[in-house]
């Protein structure tokens, strides 16, 4: 009751500021109990309330008076440009597949996939299992839960030919999500302002996170078939500029869902190990295999040249970031240090939830059907393009992965297209982030891993009708 009354004297003393001048004296405690036959408490209440709002000012013994009006201006945070002088790298503060899409969109932008892929009720049962468990309250150690870590140490074990020496659990640490671990494994294995190695075009975050930790990209091309880089391109780069590691993706990269064949992935350790080079292998998709299975470089490598990144956000859940380094000697051990200084250690109950996700029958069934969706999913969009935008090329059809990268015709202004796009209801990607020096040609990035894949060929129709406007208007 008293809140009622409260909330009707504020209102009516707003309305009466409203109209008053700055200074203005508000009428007494005593005229406004009478006026509205409220009691002193309530009054006060309400008075309190504009007080805490701004737009009064209590002079004790005095009264209350409507406060002068002030310009509506931010507080000056100026002095922070010459505090903070120029940042190291220029980056997005949010990158473009990162960036929300309004709710009726077509998202072909996203990196993560749509709930629709994901095995929503397994995590939530994981989650519920893993808080009831002890790990769940508890401080993990730095390097991981033993478990995990031994999980993701069987996997690439599996995978390791009989005479070569696989790794165990102490080779592996647990970091949360990849995106973390690459920052981590670039700062322990490159100084600031020596070179790394990338391919060309690569992952728009490893990108950011080698421009962040100060390290200078040097690009390396990949064939526009799919074969991944030329060995004697790497040979060169890494002997003209000295550089110790290789950022790369041998399979389903992001953007161009290239796999590596086994001989090309030899043929390129081999010249790593001939540098005393580290290969980093980033096999962020490793669980999305549609024509073929990931092949991790790392299996075929026990002289730790390779230092290999899993994650398990993609395929299990965003809300899981849960992922493993594996890495082996001094390489390992800085890497460690690094993820201590960084954050000590992952959330145990992240940790255990990811153990369960992974140990349940209920994975294998959703990696499964996860292969069946996206190859669905994907030869639906690359039917769409053909169909209703011919002017994209779209090179090569990714034996895995979550995205095409189609090529539009030179002279395009991707900026304008994605605008364009968006406009018309269709979020896509510009491909110049995947580029860490000047794009050599204008390219989309099409995930198909967003809601609603039926849109595809309705998406498709809207980018085929934006590349067609600029080609008209081209000269
Ligand atoms: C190639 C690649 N590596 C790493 C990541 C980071 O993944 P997360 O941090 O979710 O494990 C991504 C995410 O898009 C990616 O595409």
């Known amino acids: 009751m008293i809140d009622d009354s409260s909330t009707r004297i504020v209102a009516a003393l707003r309305a009466w500021i409203r109209d008053a001048p700055a200074g203005a004296q508000l009428p007494s405690t005593r005229s406004l109990v009478r006026e509205h036959g409220a009691g002193p408490v309530t009054v006060q209440k309400a008075l309190r309330r504009l007080i805490a709002e701004g737009l009064v000012e209590s002079r004790p013994g005095v009264g209350t008076f409507v406060r002068a009006v002030r310009p ?21 503060r949010i ?93 322990a294995l490159v100084p600031p302002g020596q070179p790394l190695l990338v391919e060309s075009p690569t992952y728009w975050g490893a ?100 230092v290999y990144v899993r994650s398990l956000t993609k395929s299990a859940s965003p809300a899981l970031r849960v992922a493993a380094v594996v890495a082996r000697g001094p ?47 994907r030869d639906l969009l690359l039917e769409s393009l053909r169909e209703h935008a011919p002017h994209l090329a779209v090179d090569v059809v990714p034996p895995g992965g979550l995205h095409l990268w189609a090529r539009l015709p030179d002279g395009t202004d991707v900026d304008r297209l994605v605008r364009a796009c968006a406009d018309d209801g269709v979020w896509v990607a510009g491909g110049d982030g995947w580029f860490p020096a000047e794009p050599s040609a204008p390219y989309l990035r099409l995930s198909y891993i967003g809601p609603e894949p039926a ?18 208007r081209r000269p």
Do not use: K
């Open 95 to 187: 990158a473009a597949p990162l960036q929300p899409a309004p709710p009726d969109a077509q998202v072909l932008h996203a990196g993560y996939p749509d709930a629709d892929l994901l095995p929503v009720r397994l995590v939530r049962t994981a989650l519920g299992r893993a808080a009831r468990g002890a790990g769940a309250t508890a401080c993990p150690p730095a390097q991981g839960v033993g478990e995990l870590r031994a999980w993701f140490a069987a996997e690439l074990a599996d995978a390791t030919p009989a005479p070569l020496s696989a790794v165990t659990a102490a080779d592996v640490v647990i970091a949360p999500g990849s995106q973390s671990a690459l920052v981590s494994v670039f700062r």
């Open 207 to 306: 990108i950011q996170a080698a421009r962040q930790t100060g390290v200078a990209l040097v690009p390396v091309p990949v064939a526009d078939d799919g074969s991944g880089p030329d060995p004697a391109d790497v040979d060169r780069s890494l002997r003209e500029t000295g550089a110790r590691a290789f950022y790369a993706q041998p399979n389903y990269a992001n953007p161009t869902g290239s796999q590596w064949s086994a001989a090309r992935g030899d043929e390129v350790l081999a010249v790593v190990r001939a540098h005393g080079a580290f290969l980093i292998e980033d096999d962020w998709a490793h669980d999305f295999g549609i024509d073929t299975t990931a092949r991790p470089l790392a299996a075929r490598d026990d002289d730790g040249h390779v």
């Open 455 to 472: 849109g595809y060929p309705s998406a498709a129709r809207v980018i085929g009708r934006a590349v067609g406007a600029q080609a008209l």
């Open 72 to 92: 509506a201006r931010g507080p000056d945070l100026s002095w922070q440009t010459a505090a903070l002088r120029s940042p190291r790298a220029q980056l997005p």
């Open 331 to 377: 390489a390992r051990d800085r890497i460690v240090a690094d993820r201590v200084a960084e954050s000590m250690y992952v959330s145990g109950l992240l940790q255990h939830a990811a153990l369960e996700v992974v140990g349940d029958p209920g994975w294998r069934t959703h990696l499964r059907r996860l292969r069946t969706q996206l190859r669905q999913r």
